[in-house]
């Protein structure tokens, strides 16, 4: 399936956004996701679907001023 | 100082970014006495985890983070990257940065407002960057925001305090509020200058981090904070349009 991941083209097999974290190699990393602009708690990741042509973004902590 | 019921010794806060390295970054916040650093949130790389690396190093310092909202020029990408902030952070504190004008950072003070009464609801305890417009910081403080954050100049300019009546009115018209003077700070009698206004704290970033010698600026930056606020509660002489003998005239002999 075709998404748009933090911004580029990328493919991917999972339908649910906690499957394509551990799908991409996430693993344990401390981030948080949005799906189509909106925020999806970790919690609800299980139940958040992919659809084609969505857009991910996986953040994580970075430097801040 | 006090933040939202806390209690905290330092009255500097310090930004993470633009450091030369890890380490002196982390020797900066030791250098600094901060309690609390501000910290962002970027797309991370299941590849690279640049974001893991550097959480496992703030949190090695122990130090409290703010997680900020810069870059957000909406209200909708603020109230979303604050949602994600707090998950990723475990912190219920959120820098609200909205910005309206790409040349000087300003603040868009309509879409800070409605983010701020948004968050506040959401239970959020808001840090709002601001101007020193008393209207807006009254609104935000009815919006819920206990702690202000007025600009001292543009981010990243190193101008200092552009407009020190506007910060003393803001001041006196919100004496219960926690104010800090957020961005601009240059060098260490900028943050004093901010202190003796009476201001509870001052955050800066750049002066420290793109100082030549970015620890024993932080040092610097330290004493002078606490010069600042030592000076502000000592209560200072006012100045005065003329002057006024310092030695004592009575007694003074006559040769005329």
């Avoid at chain 2, 985890?49 to 909406?74: D, K, M, Y």
């Avoid at chain 2, 808001?126 to 007025?150: K, Q, S």
């Avoid at chain 2, 600009?151 to 020190?164: E, M, Q």
């Avoid at chain 2, 209560?235 to 007694?251: F, H, I, N």
């Amino acid at each position: 399936m075709r998404v748009v991941l933090n911004g580029e083209p990328a493919e991917i097999d999972a339908d649910t956004l906690d499957r394509a974290l551990a799908e991409l190699g996430y693993g344990d990393a401390v981030v948080a996701t949005a799906l189509n602009s909106e925020f999806v708690p970790a919690p609800m990741r299980g139940e958040a679907r992919i659809a084609e042509d969505d857009r991910i973004e996986i953040i994580a902590p970075m430097k801040g001023g | 100082m006090d933040i939202y019921g806390e209690t905290f010794t330092s009255r500097l806060m310090l930004g993470t970014a633009r450091y030369p390295s890890p380490d002196i970054l982390k020797q900066s916040i030791e250098a600094s006495g901060a309690e609390i650093v501000t910290v962002s949130l970027r797309r991370e790389s299941a590849n690279e985890r640049a974001g893991q690396a550097f959480w496992n190093l703030i949190r090695e310092t122990g130090v409290r983070v703010l997680p900020n909202t810069a870059g957000c020029h909406s209200v909708r990408e603020a109230v979303t990257t604050a949602q994600m902030a707090r998950e990723v952070f475990g912190t219920n504190w959120v820098k609200l940065e909205v910005i309206g004008d790409a040349d000087t950072l300003q603040p868009d003070l309509f879409g800070l407002v409605e983010a701020a009464r948004i968050l506040t609801k959401d239970g959020f305890q808001v840090f709002a960057y601001t101007t020193e417009d008393l209207v807006a910081a009254d609104r935000l403080v009815e919006a819920g925001c206990r702690v202000l954050m007025p600009w001292g100049s543009p981010i990243g300019s190193a101008r200092g305090l552009n407009n020190v009546y506007g910060l003393r009115a803001m001041r006196a018209r919100f004496p219960e509020a926690t104010l800090l003077v957020d961005a601009g700070i240059g060098v260490p009698s900028h943050a004093a200058q901010a202190m003796e206004l009476g201001y509870d704290g001052v955050l800066l970033s750049s002066a420290v981090a793109l100082a030549g010698d970015p620890v024993s600026m932080a040092r610097a930056f330290r004493l002078s904070v606490e010069a600042g606020r030592l000076a502000f509660e000592a209560d200072p002489l006012q100045p005065r349009d003329m002057a006024e003998p310092s030695t004592p005239v009575l007694g003074l002999a006559s040769f005329a």
